[in-house]
Each structure stands twice: as structure tokens, then as C-alpha cells.
């Protein structure tokens, strides 16, 4: 029996220790080289990598930089309606006002005589609300919303931001019930044209 095994163990090929099998390892030489993996599934470049990388981290930059700008002309943007709206506020506020006191002039019943004191406080008050209004100027909103609001924009105000005269109806202290009816339309139409200015303003600054 022992010389059985010593004769199928010497029976075996031998392979020195630095030789690989023939029959089932390819040589180095005809081995296929795999690429090596590129880090974090980023693709390798080839060639000259760091200079073609840092143009992508480049225009990355600049793209940043560009959104950057776009953000602080918006904000600049944004200021400039707010303080456009909140006047345009001021004076719809103060319509309100006048057209309060017209209002209790007309529905009064009976009808107050044109002397009557209380009436002339409320006609005085309808002035001098007016005066208030015509002397506040409302600053345009910035250009590119200026630019398709212009037509209403110049409709109620001047180049200084201030309320033309005819968009509030003047009233005297004597002025009969037909005036100051007309003159309670004319505030109507007055602060639905604000209402709609101040819409349209915010409108084109969201679509902007």
C-alpha cells in the first residue's frame, strides 16, 4: 500500500513554484489589461486630465456667478416694487378717505343743506386728504416693470411720481350735491385704476 501512494503522488506533473499551469492560467503576455476604475463614477479623461477638469470646474464657476447676478438684479427688483406698491397703498388708503366723506354727504337723508356746518367739515376734510395726496410722490417701479405699466403709470401720475390734479376731483366748502356725486365717481374710477396699477405692477414683476 505504501508504495502505491509514493507511486501516484511521483506520477503528478511538477511545477516549479514561480511556474504557472500551461494548461489553465494565460501567460502575462497574452493576458486582456483591464482599465483601471475611475473614482466616485467619474469618467477618466484622457490626456492632459487637470487641465480639462478645471475647465468643467470653470465654467461651473462662472454659471454660479451668472445666477449670482440674475439673484441680486431680482432683489434690487423686488425693493424697488415693494416701495412702488406700499406708495401706491398710501394713496388708494387715502381715496378711501375722501370718498368716506363724500359718501356721508350723499346717503345723508335728509339731504344737508349747503350750510350746514356738518357738511363743511366733511368737504374740508375731502380737501385737505386731497392736498396730502397730490404733494405725496409715488416712485415708478424699476424699469423693465416701468416699461409695461407706462400707460397707466403716466394716466395718474407725472414724471415726478406725483398724483395728477384731475384724478382727484376738486371740491369746495359750497359745492353742490351734483359736484360732489360727480365728484365721488371720479374718486371710483381713480381707485380702481390704483387697484389695477398696483396689480399689474406685481403681476409683471412675477412674470419677469
Known amino acids: ?7 501516484a503522488v511521483t506520477s503528478a506533473p511538477y511545477y516549479p513554484p514561480q ?13 486582456p489589461k483591464q482599465a483601471s476604475p475611475a473614482a466616485d463614477g467619474v469618467t477618466a479623461v484622457p490626456g492632459n486630465d487637470s487641465i480639462q477638469l478645471s475647465a468643467v470646474t470653470l465654467r461651473n464657476v462662472d454659471t454660479i456667478r451668472a445666477i449670482e447676478l440674475k439673484h441680486i438684479s431680482m432683489n434690487q427688483h423686488i425693493k424697488g416694487v415693494r416701495d412702488t406698491t406700499e406708495a401706491l397703498n398710501k394713496e388708494a388708503t ?6 368716506t366723506s363724500l359718501n356721508t354727504i350723499i346717503k345723508n337723508f335728509p339731504p344737508f343743506p349747503v350750510d350746514s356746518k356738518k357738511r363743511q367739515e366733511l368737504l374740508m376734510s375731502y380737501t385737505s386728504i ?18 409695461q405699466v407706462k ?30 356725486q360727480a365728484a365721488a365717481q371720479g374718486l371710483d374710477v381713480t ?11 406685481i403681476q409683471t414683476l412675477a412674470q419677469g
Open 191 to 201: 381707485g380702481r385704476s390704483l387697484a389695477s396699477l398696483s396689480s399689474s405692477v
Open 1 to 7: 500500500m505504501e508504495l502505491d501512494k509514493l507511486a
Open 19 to 31: 511556474q504557472q499551469n500551461p494548461y489553465n492560467q494565460q501567460s502575462e503576455a497574452t493576458a
Open 151 to 180: 400707460a397707466t403709470w403716466n394716466a395718474l401720475f407725472d414724471s415726478k411720481g406725483q398724483m395728477a390734479p384731475e384724478a382727484l376731483p376738486k371740491l369746495e366748502q359750497d359745492s353742490p350735491d351734483t359736484s360732489v
Open 130 to 147: 386731497r392736498k396730502e395726496l397730490l404733494k405725496m410722490e409715488v416712485p415708478p417701479p424699476p424699469q423693465p416693470v416701468y416699461e
Open 94 to 99: 387715502g381715496i378711501e378717505r375722501m370718498a
